[in-house]
């Protein structure tokens, strides 16, 4: 044994089995990760259960526990009628259980998935459809709705959304030149003019909306619950159906593709429990792009002079130990600052420079994307400093001599050589900060994430990127289905999914850097290492 310790065996076999056992730990948070969030979107069979008390439910079998008292957990669905998504029955009070293959699974806009059979469609109150011909009737109707909503939705999000900026820019124009002193009777028609203008475009518009959705509003149909109770449900209301019991293969994966394209693409609803999560994808991709664009070029020119330029001495020393401590405060520590020095002290100051005529409501004085990629700027430079001051101490004494020996100055020596050999290191101090700051949560709560955000902060207004708005991110959007949502129980799969997609987005930055930083160490490997 002591021989063992000596030559230092003992040790590597250590380090090797503790990496293993961390790769092992990733993997299988993963594997647990992908397993309860890859399936979210597949339509599995519903069985219809009927009790020895009479009782019938419809429902998806999620949970089999077969302990003391065995028990089966159902996802219902019809939160409008039974109040919850899920419930538990007793395996003992179970008399029969079947999959009949006229259960219908009907997505709604609001109170979630419906679960039922098909008795009629209407049209304004005339039943027009029942029976085997109600399931073609239903599909053809349904898509007309999709269509005129999906008109409607453009109108008010576009064309409608387009000319209400304009009002609001023209209102805060005469604003303006109230508070500067400078608006005359002349100035003041022509603007009021120009809203009024804007304002009967609206009208128009918001008629031609109105008349779209009452297009939809006589569209029903009626369906029947397991007990026999009928419900009515207006076609605008529905998103999809299907009949997952007559589903054959290619059809499930079909439906499987077009939830998941709905999932990466649609807008969230349902307090987020539904829908898609885009403006969240834009938000997290966007905010770790800002990021990256503030924190490398300070976290650069910072290694650089500790690095290349400063006298090493205690104070150079004392730099460093603080760049190290500050890596290790605790996040929200930095959403403080965030709020504090950027938010009130910068923001402010801009609003009272820029836009006085726009306070007390402020313009960038309050929480929004500029503000929030700066704070996790400041969490994550470190990073960088620490792996930019690594990749410049490993560029080799000799070529630096080389240069200067040539009749390089010590700038041209730091731009045209070590710079670009240190670049490999230098993306990797990129990827860990990236890495870190998109899945940051706590700074982001108080300098400009929210729960739902009607405007990207990209969009086809004038100055088309708007840093100062809010913005959805995947990480507050897994806290606050997952914690703050009113059915918690039923948002799981969901807080699964978006982890997975949040971890998928993280690997796929990281692998664009790591590919460039790949082919620029092969580049410079031949000169320098």
């Known amino acids: 044994m002591k021989k063992l310790f000596k030559s230092g065996d003992i040790f590597l076999w250590f380090t090797a089995a503790t990496l293993g056992a961390i790769i092992m730990s990733v993997l299988g948070l993963l594997f647990v990760v992908s397993l309860n969030g890859v399936g979210v979107f597949w339509p599995a069979s519903l069985a219809e259960i009927s009790l020895k008390n009479g009782s019938r439910f419809i429902g998806e079998i999620t949970v089999e526990e077969n302990s003391e008292s065995p028990r089966i957990q159902i996802k219902t669905g019809n ?39 098909l008795i009629s469609v209407e049209e304004d109150g005339r039943t027009i459809a029942s029976g085997n011909e109600a399931w073609n009737t239903l599909d ?32 805060l124009e005469i604003k303006r030149l109230k508070f500067y002193g400078e608006l005359d009777s002349s100035r003041l028609n022509a603007l009021d003019h120009a809203i009024g203008q804007k304002q009967n475009e609206y009208t128009s518009l918001q008629k031609t909306a109105d008349d779209l959705a009452g297009r939809t509003s006589g569209l029903m149909a009626t369906f029947s619950i397991a007990d026999g109770t009928t419900k009515k449900i207006h076609l605008d209301k529905i998103i999809r159906f299907a009949d997952p019991n007559r589903m054959g293969i ?66 150079v020393q004392l730099i460093r130990i603080a760049v190290n401590n500050l890596a290790g405060v605790p996040s929200i520590v ?50 960088v400093i620490v792996a930019t001051e690594e990749a410049l101490t490993s560029v080799p004494k000799g070529v630096r001599d080389a240069s200067l020996a040539l ?92 982890a997975l997609l949040l971890i ?25 290492f």
């Not at 029955?89 to 079947?98: D, Q, T, Y």
């Not at 998928?504 to 320098?528: D, M, P």
């Open 140 to 171: 053809n109707l349904t898509i007309r709705a999709q269509k005129l909503l999906e008109q409607k939705s453009k109108i008010e999000k576009y064309e409608i959304g387009s000319i209400n900026s304009e009002i609001e820019r023209l209102r």
């Open 79 to 117: 939160r409008d009628i039974y109040g919850t998504d899920f419930k538990w029955l007793p395996s003992g009070e179970i008399n029969s259980l079947s999959y009949p293959e006229d259960i219908m699974l009907v997505e709604r806009r609001e109170f979630g998935p419906f679960l039922g059979r």
């Open 250 to 315: 290619f059809e499930k994966w079909f439906f499987y593709f077009s939830k998941v394209g709905e999932y990466l693409f649609d807008e969230p609803r349902e307090s987020n429990m539904e829908g898609g999560v885009f403006p969240a994808i834009f938000g997290t991709v966007m905010m770790s792009l800002l990021m990256t664009i503030f924190v490398v070029p300070f976290g650069v020119v910072a290694a650089l002079y500790l690095r290349e330029y400063a006298h090493q001495g205690w104070l």
């Open 504 to 528: 998928t987005i993280v690997l796929l930055l990281n692998l664009t850097a790591i590919i460039i930083r790949a082919r620029l160490r092969k580049k410079y490997q031949g000169s320098t």
């Open 407 to 498: 009749g390089a100055t010590k700038w041209q020596t730091t731009w045209k050589i070590v710079l670009p050999a240190s670049t490999p290191g230098i993306l990797t101090g990129m990827i860990l900060a990236m890495a870190r700051g998109a899945g940051e949560v706590a700074p982001l709560m108080i300098t400009g994430v929210v729960k739902l955000a009607p405007n990207l902060p990209l969009d086809a207004n004038f100055p088309f990127f708007h840093l100062d708005r809010k913005f959805m991110h995947l990480g507050f959007h897994i806290y606050d289905v997952g914690f703050q949502s009113p059915n918690v129980e039923a948002a799981k799969p969901m807080v699964f999914m978006t």
């Open 334 to 383: 930095f959403g403080i600052f965030g709020l504090g020095f950027f938010v009130y002290a910068c923001g402010g100051t801009l609003d009272h420079w820029l836009y006085p005529e726009r306070l007390p409501s402020p313009t960038w004085g309050t929480g929004g994307i500029l503000w929030a990629s700066l704070t996790l700027s400041l969490l994550t430079v470190p990073v």
